[in-house]
């Protein structure tokens, strides 16, 4: 057992987090070491290509209403890389009583912005129709309300079939969690500032209306963002204990200790409660609240030809009470044309468990029966951080715990 030289600052965990960090770090002249325990870094941002198609192993886009991605997209010279998502055929189905029904054209999130297409849907009765026009009539809260789950906020406002057919499968798509569980504070804040102002979501949404691309991505693939901010020092190996020393902290790597005058911890949050255990528990014991969930991700190429189905928008939505485990599709060549030749269609599916036949819900759903060009499955265990009801409180907490924890 040997030990390393003290270094300024340790980042434990080489994802878009650790990555940003040691970024923004070295802008600051301070020099850091970044440990990641896979062997690449980027986390779920990564990237494949395959038969000359881009294939992302994780996540594929940022919302492009969200700007600090492709801000540090253009500060590290990929400004001209970025793309928007195919907006034309802007359109997501939901499979609902053995079809798939087209998502209303307007919608945000859990609700509308138009009132036409919502009318005319097959997808919600006329019942929750009428809770949503009635939506415009709410007054404004003038404060926060409680904290609640999205299944409370969204059935709140209209209902438990738009609770079921809406926001629990776009929610699932992205957070991988429960609409009983999540937490509307933390999720869709910006709904729950829309209610305290307007009151009624609706005209919330559509005093706000974002224009634009909705999804912003990179041309060859997100894996590029943490290719440009590789940082100098990095250490592929697991830490494996954390302890205080002298002047910092002790970590153990790949059966070494190095020394670190302060630490940095960007991976996810049972392992930094792992980790942070033996010096600082009231730390650990919060970070321990945080619960996670695990990515399940088939990726399939097919020849386009052979792929009956019209592919005519971004993808489907499985809700939970259908009863299945796959949860979602995201017809890639149709979202991102870039990512694939014209030839060849890539297809995205998303499960709840490890699937025994990725293709058995393609199939069926989309009438698929062509054998695919090549498949490739990912899974990214434990690495979903659900914001589950309470979860300001207890980033309040955390936040509050280290700033009482020198370093």
Request: charged residues 20%.
């Amino acid at each position: 057992m040997s030990s390393s030289p003290n270094i300024q600052v340790a980042i434990v965990g080489g994802g878009i987090s650790g990555l940003a960090a040691a970024y923004y770090l070295s802008k600051r002249g301070i020099a850091s070491t970044l440990i990641e325990v896979r062997p690449f870094l980027g986390g779920i941002l990564h990237t494949e290509h395959i038969e000359g198609c881009t294939v992302e192993a994780g996540a594929d886009s940022w919302l492009a209403s969200k700007t600090s991605a492709a801000e540090l997209a253009r500060e590290l010279g990929l400004g001209s890389q970025i793309i928007g998502s195919n907006d034309e055929i802007r359109r997501t189905w939901i499979w609902k009583g053995g079809e798939l029904i087209p998502f209303p054209e307007g919608m945000q999130l859990v609700a509308p912005t138009r009132f036409g297409p919502i009318w005319r849907s097959k997808l919600l009765s006329r019942s929750t129709k009428l809770r949503i026009a009635l939506d415009w009539l709410r007054p404004p809260t003038g404060k926060l309300a409680p904290e609640r789950s999205i299944a409370t906020f969204v059935g709140d406002h209209f209902g438990r079939e738009a609770v079921d057919y809406v926001a629990e499968p776009l929610l699932t798509g992205i957070y991988g969690g429960d609409a009983n569980d999540l937490s509307a504070s933390s999720v869709v804040p910006k709904l729950v500032e829309h209610e305290r102002v307007h009151g009624s979501l609706v005209r919330g949404l559509i005093t706000a209306k974002h224009r634009g691309s909705l999804f912003q991505s990179l041309r060859g693939g997100l894996g590029a963002l943490p290719g440009a901010l590789r940082p100098a020092s990095v250490i592929h190996g697991r830490v494996e204990q954390i302890a205080r020393a002298k002047d910092g902290f002790k970590l153990r790597v790949n059966a070494d200790w190095l020394t670190a005058r302060e630490l940095v911890l960007a991976c996810e949050a049972h392992q930094a409660a792992r980790l942070v255990e033996e010096i600082d528990p009231v730390l650990a014991t919060w970070l321990s609240k945080i619960r996670h969930s695990t990515g399940h991700i088939a990726a399939l190429g097919f020849r386009r030809a052979e792929v009956g189905h019209p592919l005519d928008g971004f993808g489907f939505l499985v809700p939970r009470c259908e009863g299945r485990n796959l949860t979602a599709s995201t017809w890639v060549s149709s979202k991102f044309p870039e990512r694939a030749p014209p030839e060849l269609a890539v297809i995205r599916a998303f499960f709840r468990e490890k699937p025994a036949d990725p293709l058995a819900d393609l199939r069926e759903i989309m009438g698929i029966t062509a054998e695919p060009v090549f498949i490739r499955s990912y899974v990214w265990p434990d690495s979903l951080a659900q914001y589950s009801v309470g979860h300001t409180g207890r980033i309040a907490a955390i936040e509050a715990q280290v700033s009482r924890t020198k370093g």
